[in-house]
């Protein structure tokens, strides 16, 4: 599985190096949208659309989206397996708000939350305060 993610979103790194140190087996591929050569590696991806919501190919090459992604890997990896009350029909339409909510507005959640950080690349780090 491959998701492509906003590395730049201090919530959204977080996760996903949750995800990187559970996945044991080394199925999950993080790719950030961020990168130099993202659309030539990727051109198959709509880099705008993906920074709206959370993109992953499957194995079999099918392209999932939204909470669907954050479900299908940690399923992966073994863990959070409450996540799939997220997916229950009637439970999925609120679930699928929330997602798109936090979606549009992770980088302004994110430095309500983490005010401390900023992230750059792959990782999260402390924010320097006597940076201008």
């Not at 990187?20 to 950030?32: C, N, R």
């Not at 130099?36 to 920074?51: E, G, L, Q």
């Not at 399923?75 to 708000?97: E, Y």
Request: charged letters at 25%; hydrophobic letters at 40%.
């Amino acid at each position: 599985m491959i998701i492509f993610y906003d590395a730049n979103c201090p919530l959204c790194n977080a996760e996903m190096q949750q995800l990187k140190k559970a996945d044991f087996e080394q199925k999950i591929t993080l790719e950030d949208l961020n990168a130099t050569d993202f659309n030539v590696r990727f051109p198959s991806i709509n880099k705008t659309r993906a920074m709206e919501i959370l993109h992953a190919q499957t194995e079999a090459g099918d392209m999932i989206y939204g909470l669907d992604v954050t479900y299908t890997a940690w399923k992966t990896v073994g863990k959070h397996r409450w996540l799939k009350i997220l997916r229950l029909p009637v439970i999925r339409i609120f679930a699928d708000l929330g997602y798109n909510f936090f979606a549009k507005y992770r980088q302004p959640i994110s430095r309500l939350l983490m005010p401390n950080t900023t992230c750059e690349g792959n990782r999260g780090s402390p924010r320097n305060r006597n940076k201008k």
